[in-house]
C-alpha cells in the first residue's frame, strides 16, 4: 500500500498538503493530483501534517485514517481567556491526598500527552509511572539510600549535608522528598538522542493536562539527581545506563486547595530584536 494516498473525487488541487509537508516529499503527480514517490517515502517523519492540514479531507496516510481524526470545526475548544487562565492557575502541589490516581486516568492523561511535540515527530519519550503508592515509598527510600552513600563518600558535600536533613525529617515521618505523593511519572529518553528537551516538553504537557483534570504535580528534583546519580534507584525503576533522565514529576489529589491565584512573578527578561 502506498504511504500516501488522495480522493481524487474530494481533491480540488490546491496544493496545501504540498505546503504542509516539512518533509518536502508530497509534490505533484502526473496525473496533477499530489502524491509521494515511492523513493521518497523513507523520508516521511510520520507527522501527519499532509492529512490535517487537507480542507477537503481527501489526502490519507498508510498509518492515518480518515476515522482516526476529529474534524477541527467539531472540536469543543477553550476561549482564550479560558485557556491562559488554565495555565496562569497551576500550582506546585506539594500536599496531597491520600487517594491514589486510577489507572484509567493515568491511561486518559497520557493520551493527551502523547501529543506532545518532539523532534522530527521522533515520539522517543518513554515513561515509568508507579501506580501503587507502596512502590512510590519504596522510591522515597531509595533516594535515602542514595543519600547515605553519599555521607559516607564525602560527609561535607553539598549533597551529604542535604540528605543529612532529609534523613532527620524522614525518622519524623516528614517526607520532603516526594511530599507523600501517591505516585510518581518519570520520563526517559535515549541516552544517545539529540533532543532531551523533548523529555522536558512532555513533562510539561503531562503537569498541564493533570492540572486540567483536577490532578495535583510538583516537579521532581531530588528524585531527578538521584535517578542520574544512584544505580540502585535505576535498576530499581528498570532504566537503562543507555538511556537519560529528562525529569520527573510527583502526582496526586492536592489536599490544599488555592483560594487565590496568580501568584506574582519577577517581570520577564526579554530582548526584542528589530
Known amino acids: ?22 518533509a518536502g516529499i508530497v509534490q505533484w503527480g502526473d496525473l496533477g493530483y499530489p502524491e509521494v514517490e515511492e523513493k521518497r517515502a523513507g523520508r516521511c517523519i510520520g507527522c501527519g501534517q499532509c492529512v490535517m492540514m487537507c480542507p477537503s479531507c481527501a ?7 480518515d476515522a482516526q481524526t476529529v474534524r477541527a470545526a467539531e472540536l469543543k475548544l477553550p476561549s482564550e481567556e479560558e485557556a491562559l487562565n488554565l495555565i496562569m492557575s497551576r500550582r506546585s502541589v506539594r500536599m496531597f491526598k491520600d487517594e491514589t490516581i486510577p489507572r484509567e486516568t493515568f491511561e486518559k492523561l497520557f493520551n493527551v500527552v502523547r501529543q506532545a ?5 521522533s515520539q522517543n519519550v518513554r515513561w515509568i509511572v508507579t501506580l501503587d503508592p507502596a512502590k512510590t515509598k519504596e522510591v522515597t527510600n531509595l533516594i535515602l539510600c542514595w543519600f547515605r552513600e553519599e555521607i559516607f563518600k ?7 549535608l542535604l540528605g543529612a536533613g532529609m534523613i532527620a525529617k524522614a525518622k519524623e515521618g516528614d517526607d520532603r522528598l516526594l511530599r507523600g505523593a501517591p505516585h510518581v511519572a518519570i520520563a526517559v529518553t ?12 512532555a513533562l510539561t504537557y503531562l503537569e498541564l493536562a493533570a ?26 525503576l528498570g532504566i537503562g545506563e543507555d538511556e537519560h533522565v529528562c525529569g520527573a514529576q510527583m502526582m496526586g489529589y492536592a489536599a490544599l486547595k488555592p483560594a487565590r491565584l496568580f501568584a506574582p512573578r519577577r517581570e520577564v527578561k526579554v530582548d526584542w530584536i528589530g
Request: charged share 20%.
Open 59 to 65: 489526502d490519507e496516510l498508510s498509518f492515518m485514517k
Open 1 to 22: 500500500m502506498n504511504l500516501f494516498s488522495v480522493n481524487m473525487e474530494k481533491c480540488v488541487k490546491c496544493g496545501v498538503c504540498i505546503k504542509a509537508c516539512p
Open 154 to 160: 564525602n560527609p561535607t558535600s553539598r549533597a551529604a
Open 190 to 201: 535515549p541516552a544517545e538522542y539529540g533532543w532531551p528537551e523533548d523529555g522536558a516538553i
Open 211 to 236: 492540572h486540567a483534570m483536577g490532578i495535583g504535580c510538583c516537579w521532581g528534583g531530588y528524585l531527578t539527581t538521584a535517578i542520574r546519580s544512584f544505580k540502585g534507584l535505576r535498576e530499581y
Open 117 to 121: 511535540p518532539t523532534a522530527v515527530n
